[in-house]
């Protein structure tokens, strides 16, 4: 491996981490208008306190903001800097997938699993705010899982089997508990998702994600219980961190515990 190579990956990263950047701005608008059932394509960001028309050159992602100060340029009023973490969290999503996945040899992989976390962003951020999760990002993963087996069916480990088990697998038992609880414990937009991203996964991953979910959840809940007032639980966001953990390191996560829980040894004999 020359320097030439560096220099080569080196632009690649650069160019994933712009992109990435571009698409965490996209997202901020997803997040924002898919719950108000609001145009996604309408350009027509706007200042939250004095309505002011955001201006094309104050809308570069990350470094807007920074030149801005975090304040709107009309008003001064202070911008959240919720939409400038989503656009740097997405950017370092897609240069860590490009890493992990090895973008030369896997563009295509690559693609759909940075495509993945930017919907599971998107849920993360909405279930959050409004304990809704949209039907439009779920059918986006079942979409992308589908071009995922359409692609590779048979390599990287997952049999076409695997995947369609994957799609039942937790959503099934999720089901039952939505029902039985009348949507107490669980939503419907939870079932829909661990579906989706079951088809994405396939089996183990899908369980790998769930057991994520709910140890992240869980701790996440007491948190939220003892310091805050908060009565309402969204329990999507965590299912997603489980979802992506999963997607990145399945196989890892289910390698250690079964070594963790000695069933590698019981299963060998
Ligand atoms: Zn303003």
Request: aromatic share 12%.
């Amino acid at each position: 491996m020359g320097t030439q190579y560096y220099v080569y990956i080196g632009v690649i990263y650069v160019f994933v981490f712009l992109f990435g950047a571009c698409v965490g701005s996209f997202l901020n608008v997803c997040i924002y208008r898919l719950p108000k059932e609001e145009s996604l394509i309408k350009r027509n960001s706007h200042c939250m306190t004095c309505g002011e028309p955001i201006k094309r050159r104050d809308l570069i992602p990350i470094i807007s903001w920074c030149i801005l100060r975090g304040k709107c340029r009309s008003c001064g009023a202070r911008i959240s800097p919720r939409y400038t973490v989503v656009e740097l969290l997405n950017a370092l999503c897609w240069l860590f997938v490009a890493w992990r996945m090895d973008v030369l040899l896997n563009p295509a992989k690559f693609l759909l699993t940075a495509l993945l976390f930017s919907a599971l962003i998107v849920v993360f951020f909405m279930d959050w705010d409004t304990q809704l999760i949209s039907n439009y990002v779920v059918i986006f993963i079942a979409v992308i899982a589908v071009v995922q087996i359409i692609l590779f069916h048979g390599e990287y480990d997952v049999t076409i089997k695997s995947h369609i088990i994957g799609a039942f697998a937790v959503s099934l038992p999720l089901l039952i508990i939505e029902l039985a609880s009348k949507g107490r414990a669980m939503g419907r937009g939870d079932v829909y998702l661990m579906a989706a991203a079951g088809l994405f996964l396939g089996l183990q991953n899908i369980l790998v994600a769930l057991f994520i979910g709910l140890i992240t959840g869980s701790i996440a809940g007491l948190i939220i219980k003892y310091r805050t007032e908060k009565s309402v639980f969204a329990f999507g966001p965590w299912l997603s961190l489980g979802i992506a953990a999963a997607a990145v390191y399945g196989n890892e996560l289910a390698e250690l515990y079964m070594k963790f829980t000695g069933l590698d040894e019981i299963l060998a004999g």
